[in-house]
């Protein structure tokens, strides 16, 4: 009896995981949709060295809100003399 309870748990779990990444896919699918193809400088009349370092900022900006932070300590203090909290865990 208690099989039936469990198998019916990991079924609802897949359930939901799915559910989550699939609107997980879409919010991310909504924010790449929005970003236009062609640059909005393109119809300027720049230089093609001008206009190809304008394109590699926007693709770095672009690659930039996408990153996620993995690291808990913050990764630009520099030996500060006053300990945070997260140090004194470690």
Same mark, same amino acid.
């Given at each position: 009896?208690?099989?039936?309870?469990? @198998?019916?748990?990991?079924?609802?779990?897949?359930?939901?995981?799915?559910?989550?990444?699939?609107? @997980?896919?879409?919010?991310?699918?909504? @924010?790449?949709?929005?970003?236009?193809?062609?640059?909005?400088?393109? @119809?300027?009349?720049?230089?093609?060295?001008?206009?190809?370092?304008?394109?590699?900022?926007?693709?770095?900006?672009?690659?930039?809100?996408?990153?996620?932070?993995?690291?808990?300590?913050?990764?630009?203090?520099?030996?500060?003399?006053?300990?945070?909290?997260?140090?004194?865990?470690?």
């Amino acid at each position: 009896m208690e099989e039936k309870y469990l @198998k019916d748990f990991v079924i609802a779990l897949v359930v939901i995981f799915l559910i989550v990444l699939v609107w @997980k896919d879409l919010n991310l699918y909504s @924010k790449v949709n929005q970003i236009p193809q062609e640059s909005k400088y393109k @119809k300027l009349a720049l230089g093609e060295r001008l206009l190809q370092q304008i394109q590699e900022i926007e693709t770095s900006i672009k690659d930039r809100k996408n990153f996620v932070f993995t690291v808990t300590k913050d990764p630009l203090e520099q030996n500060l003399i006053v300990k945070t909290m997260k140090d004194l865990e470690l």
